[in-house]
C-alpha cells in the first residue's frame, strides 16, 4: 500500500534562517506531488506542483521553492524565512496521468517563523 | 476559474443533532471531480469521497451522505446523529480537467459537543 512520509512535524525557525521541509512517498511509482499550506482562516492554498523529476510548477509567487530529487521525493525550501512563511505545510500525492483522482496527505509540519 | 466556497466558518452542534455542510462551487469545465476532506485535530486530511460531474446521484456511507445539484452548483455533506468523534475541519475540494491540482475552499470547522 502507499504511504507518504512528511518531516518534522513541527518546526520553530526564527525570521531569515533557511528552511527545509521533506516529503517522501512509498509504494508508487512517479506520482504526482503537491505542496500546500494552510494558514489560519485561508483553507488551503497550493504552493507547488510536481510531475515529475525535475519539473516543478510554482502556484503563487513567494519566498520558498521546491524540488523534486528523486521519483518519490518532494522538498519544500526557503533560502530566508519570513514571519508570513508561518503556517501548517502539507505535501500529497495523486496518482500520475489521471486528473480526476483524489489526493493523499502527509501528516503536515506545522512551522512557525518567530 | 475554479473557486470553492464554504461559507459556514464554525458550526457547533449538540451529540446526535443532524448538520449540512455547505460547498459552492465555480467552474467552467462540464467535466470535474468534487471532494471532501475531513481534517482531524491530528492535522491530516483524510480523504471521504469523490463525485464526478456526471453522476448526480446522492451518496450515503453510514451517518454521512452528499447531495449534488448541478442546478446549484453544490456539493453539500450532511452528518446523521453527530458524535464528538466528528468534530475536525471540513473541506470541500474541485479539479477539473484544466486544473493542476485540487482546489480547496476555507473549509467549516465543526464542533460537536456531548
Known amino acids: 500500500s502507499q504511504t507518504i512520509h512528511q518531516w518534522p512535524a513541527t518546526l520553530v525557525q526564527p525570521v531569515g534562517s533557511p528552511l527545509s521541509l521533506e516529503c517522501t512517498v512509498e509504494?508508487?511509482?512517479?506520482?504526482?506531488l503537491y505542496w500546500y499550506r494552510q494558514a489560519a482562516g485561508r483553507g488551503l492554498q497550493l504552493l507547488f506542483y510536481s510531475v515529475g523529476i525535475g519539473q516543478i510548477s510554482s502556484e503563487v509567487p513567494q519566498n520558498l521553492s521546491a524540488s523534486r530529487p528523486q521519483d518519490r521525493q518532494f522538498i519544500l525550501s526557503s533560502k530566508k524565512l519570513l514571519l508570513s512563511d508561518s503556517g501548517f505545510y502539507l505535501c500529497?500525492?495523486?496518482?500520475?496521468?489521471?486528473?480526476?483522482?483524489?489526493?493523499?496527505f502527509g501528516q503536515g509540519t506545522r512551522l512557525t517563523v518567530v | 476559474a475554479q473557486k470553492v466556497t464554504q461559507a459556514q466558518t464554525e458550526i457547533s452542534v449538540v451529540e446526535k443533532e443532524d448538520v449540512t455542510l455547505d460547498c459552492v462551487y465555480e467552474?467552467?469545465?462540464?467535466?470535474?471531480?468534487l471532494f471532501w476532506y475531513k481534517q482531524p485535530p491530528s492535522g491530516e486530511l483524510v480523504f471521504l469521497i469523490r463525485?464526478?460531474?456526471?453522476?448526480?446521484q446522492n451518496e450515503i456511507s453510514g451517518r454521512y451522505s452528499w447531495n449534488f445539484q448541478k442546478s446549484t452548483s453544490s456539493f453539500n455533506f450532511t452528518i446523521t446523529a453527530s458524535q464528538v468523534v466528528d468534530s475536525a475541519v471540513y473541506f470541500c475540494a474541485l479539479r477539473d480537467q484544466a486544473g493542476t491540482a485540487l482546489i480547496f475552499g476555507k473549509g467549516t470547522t465543526l464542533s460537536v459537543s456531548s
Open positions: 509504494g508508487t511509482s512517479n506520482p504526482n
Open positions: 500529497a500525492w495523486s496518482v500520475a496521468g489521471h486528473w480526476n483522482t483524489e489526493a493523499f
Open positions: 467552474t467552467r469545465d462540464t467535466t470535474y471531480y
Open positions: 463525485r464526478n460531474s456526471f453522476d448526480e
